[in-house]
């Protein structure tokens, strides 16, 4: 669900929103909304991560093994 919100943006940003909106033919509201989000995403620690690690299987699998329980 969305909500409405006020903010005070610099002019100079708001210019620019507001040429990047003419040229993509995205409302003001869009533009802001995707920038934000993406800038959250980057900032911010998300407990949905998948925890990687440059290690490496080097065993062996079988699929016999696993399903003959």
Not at 43 to 59: E, I, M, N
Request: net charge neutral; hydrophobic share 35%; aromatic share 8%.
């Amino acid at each position: 669900m969305k909500s409405h919100i006020s903010a005070t943006i610099d002019r100079r940003l708001l210019e620019d929103l507001a040429r990047f909106g003419r040229e993509e033919h995205r409302s003001r509201s869009q533009i802001i909304e995707l920038a934000l989000g993406e800038f959250l995403g980057k900032h911010l620690k998300s407990g949905d991560a998948v925890v990687t690690s440059d290690s490496r299987f080097d065993g062996a699998f079988s699929r016999e093994e696993t399903y003959a329980r």
